[in-house]
């Protein structure tokens, strides 16, 4: 337990977030933000990382390596020993994370995960889902991404590739190939661009710089193609959602990401699709809206290494 | 630890299969078979196999209550907590399986299991999947059922539904309806009678009393509409493996059950599916024959309560 400090690292595209957590007061006692460069060399932005902690532990009256624990997340595969596998949202290779990171702190409680099961991770500790053990969180952003919470525990897997969700085969008769190289990805219908793909393509809404909160407005507004735009994406995540079910039959969704903003309409029309497609005892499952947006990661990241 | 002596059971809609296991010879001691009567009492068929048991015991010189533990299997939905939700295929109601097994034995290490999910357990104990830790089993029968282990344990879920991979939908397009109520399961394509409808229905194929077998021995003797019978049959059961790979990326795949005593065919042709289906980190998932057939489910059993 120690003095009951933790730190959480979420590493992004172009920044990085930190939070050093009490335990004691249960709350951050301090939070901090630097970029990352894509294509540095790791070593670069490690060592910035180490850094950073030293100094916010500093600030908090200790030094780095009595710190209780650091948890991290990576926008790329992560295996459940802590080794990045070539993160290209970071241009990094193979990376032993969680060993570096014990060899430059002196702290043995190291944690690293993937940045969207690490999140899944925060939201059952302190968002949507507190108080459940199992979560499925899908994030619907620029991708669609997904993180996989069972029995309390971050899911990796092979090659830390559990929870891509994102690329659940949905259309068998898609003619176009998603960004991984298959066709019908659940990416391509129900991401940001996936949604405006729809309305473009299949109902030839076609105003300019369109989003998928234009769409999202628009069928709140009653308009018909926005509402047509919306059933196809609806039908096609709910459908990946009760695919998920029959393997892993999880106690709650979570649906988070930008496109998540449009708030409850999202869920009941997911959810509408959901139950269509599931079978009995799995037609209950609850979704909600992810809860704590940016700090996901960070809660989540501290919560791989709290209570060990 | 005790004597080491731990029982096997697996419960069948016809049959009850039970085994004594000592783990100080590292095998079966005892092994046999009372009826099971659907819509019968549950209480009867219990005492049954608690009676059962007590002779088994006297035979190997213990009394019931010494055993070391008792791992039940049965064919119906169960919790992690051992409890049977309305098991269909033995006519019964919710039933508190494990406390009732405790309180009639003395024995306080018992667990339940749904009997798929306890079969890959078996498998990746003694079997196909033998020093693994994750697998997911497909069994490909009369229907298609599904069993889960992460990390060396069952996956049970939400009201014991998990691994129902019979239930995944495939084809969205399916104008006909599953036995669950919804349309475009994989069940419907990839069962013993699935394959027997896609001959049929699509390429017209029509002798009397045609089997999954007689098809898969066409296809070997290159007949082309099996060929193409068996290339649609794979393609859904590769994409569907493909989906549960992106949610849990098990360690491998394991393909059991009465269809898969085609033998490599299915491997072959359900992994060209697979990997063309798959993103780059999920292809080289390893897929296996099942090999220990009924014996499975009373090595999962014994797996359940053994070594805890």
Redesign the interface.
Known sequence: MGNGLYFGIDVGGTAVKMSLYSSKEDSMVENCSIPSIKNEDENILIGNIVRKMKEMSAEAGVSISEVSGIGIGIPG?VTADGKV?KCANLGWDIVDLTTIIKELTGVENVEAGNDANVAALGEIWKGAAAGYK?A?MVTLGTGVG?G?V?DGHI???????????G???????ESEACG???RGCLEQYASATGIVDIAKKRFGICKENLTAKDIFDAAKAGDEKALKTVDIFAAYLG?AL??????????IFIIGGGVSAAGNIIIEKVMEYYE???????RD?PARLAKLGNMAGMYGAIKMVIGR
């Open positions: 595969p596998l199992d499925v997904g996989i069972i899911r990796a897997g092979h090659r830390g590739a559990a929870g891509e969700i690329h659940i085969t949905v259309e068998p008769e991984c190289g298959c459908t009760s695919n998920i079910a029959n393997v892993i039959a999880p106690e269509k497609n599931s079978m009995y005892a799995l499952i």
